[in-house]
């Protein structure tokens, strides 16, 4: 396989994973990075080149691929720059803020011919593969219905480190898109294609912020699947996130980084199928398969099996904007109104 010459756009703290990731892959030197802060240059290995704008980055460098870790209102004209230039893009969560600029994005990859992955690494996890396979071997019965709750702390410490993660115009959301995006991915993916979406966003204790707290929805799939949301940010600690499917023979839930089986004759008898790799630090719950996503990108780029999620698979954007759109309205969703869009 090539050495593919790679750029970071943002050397904020999720970049930290992505350098760690590449760190440990072959065939990957990380070339270039840019940030707005010179003082990140005293983060850099020797040999790495620094910018300040990234539009330089990418006419000086000859890059093969960029990761772009970005505030989220930063994506679409970072990845805008990429596309005209032909270069792949690793692009972190949330692709975008909201459908329109999500829209945008999908011309973007039909028109340019790069690559445009979006890192959903909490797709990899074992106890998530592991569950996709048993609901669909069909030998627990039909699929009844799922839930997500992501329960978290985010104090105004937080907001007040970085300003525009309060802001909608800047953030396009709070705990949906931030901290419970992953789990809200994780729902439609299991309950497949939707049909309506019921929520109610607020702010039940960071009255002093523009993004949500908290949000709730009822999610009612094509094929009869029920789905329910819980999220919020205003916990003391950050809770494990849970993901439950229910099957007419029994049910599936993720929690504290294990898959558990429960017969519907006995839920009280819970299994332990599979657990997750943890990763060390204050960050674990970033979920560990950042190293496998990212090396699943470049292997794509070298003409592999294609892994990645595409630009063109990303739902959960219009998810989110759904069930914000249904507590600002007062009334049902429906997903053909997402698609219009």
């Known amino acids: 396989m090539k050495t593919f010459k790679t750029g970071i756009i943002g ?19 990380l070339t270039a990075v840019s940030d707005v802060k010179p003082e990140k240059k005293d983060e850099l290995a020797e040999g790495v080149h620094f910018y300040q704008d990234y539009e330089e980055m990418l006419d000086q460098e ?35 803020m909201n459908t329109a600029e999500l829209r945008q994005m999908q011309v973007l990859d039909r028109e340019y011919g790069f690559k445009l992955a979006v890192c959903f690494q909490n797709r990899l996890n074992p106890t998530f593969v592991k569950l ?18 992501a329960i978290w702390s985010r104090n105004m ?7 525009w993660r309060a802001s909608m115009a800047q953030a396009g959301g709070g705990c ?5 995006i992953h789990t809200l ?38 094929n009869g699947v029920t789905g329910t949301f819980f999220g919020t940010v205003t916990y003391v600690k950050n809770s494990s996130i849970e993901v439950q499917a229910v099957c007419e023979k029994g049910s599936f839930t993720i929690k504290d980084y294990g898959l558990y089986y429960a017969p519907a004759e006995n839920e009280n008898e819970k ?22 996503l990212i090396r699943g990108f470049y292997e794509t780029l070298a003409g592999h099996e294609d892994t990645c999620v595409s630009i063109q698979e990303d739902k959960v ?18 997903w053909k109104e997402m698609e219009e869009q």
């Open 11 to 29: 050397l904020g703290t999720v970049s930290r994973t992505h350098r760690n990731a590449l760190a440990q892959l072959d065939h990957v030197e």
């Open 62 to 96: 000859q890059l093969d691929a960029v990761h772009i870790c970005l505030p989220h209102y930063l994506h679409l004209p970072a990845v805008t720059a990429c596309a005209k230039r032909g270069i792949n893009v690793l692009l972190e969560k949330p692709s975008t």
């Open 132 to 149: 996709q396979e048993l609901i669909g071997s069909g030998e627990y019965g039909k699929l009844l219905g799922v839930k997500g709750v």
């Open 157 to 163: 410490g937080y907001y007040n480190a970085a300003p």
């Open 176 to 180: 949906m898109i931030n901290q419970a």
């Open 185 to 222: 991915d994780q729902l439609q993916l299991l309950g497949g294609p939707i049909r309506s979406v019921n929520g109610q966003v607020c702010n039940l204790a960071l009255k002093e912020i523009e993004v949500e707290d908290t949000a709730v929805a009822h999610i009612d799939f094509e």
């Open 271 to 292: 299994t332990l199928l599979v657990r997750d790799r943890r990763l060390p630090g204050s960050k674990t719950y970033y979920g560990a398969s950042h190293v496998e």
């Open 317 to 334: 954007i219009s998810l989110i904007e759904a069930i914000r759109r249904s507590s600002l309205e007062g009334r049902t969703i429906l």
